[in-house]
């Protein structure tokens, strides 16, 4: 198996985007929608996503804010399916 086959094989696994690359609107969507909530839980800190990028680098400094725990439980509800499991690690 090639990896571009294998890539087509696990698409639906991916999370906000498709095997070339280009980004999941839904996706986008669902992480601008929990980076503000975030914020309204009192994360002020946490950045809006970055377009065509899945994810967020998690800083040593945002790591260290005492309500990120909390309010990635309460956010989560913002991500398909939950979001990743592992709380962001």
């Known amino acids: 198996m090639t990896m571009d086959s294998a890539m087509r094989e696990c698409e639906e696994y991916r999370m906000g985007g498709t095997a070339g690359g280009e980004p999941d609107p839904e996706m986008q ?3 601008q ?3 503000e909530c975030m914020r309204e839980e009192g994360v002020e800190d946490y950045p809006d996503p970055e377009p065509g990028r899945v994810g967020i680098m998690i800083t040593p400094e945002l ?3 005492p309500q990120l ?3 990635m439980e309460t956010c989560r ?3 398909p ?3 990743p499991s592992g709380g962001g690690q």
């Open 29 to 31: 969507e669902a992480a």
């Open 33 to 35: 929608e929990f980076a």
């Open 63 to 65: 790591k260290a804010d």
């Open 69 to 71: 725990e909390e309010a």
């Open 77 to 79: 509800e913002h991500l």
């Open 81 to 83: 399916n939950g979001g």
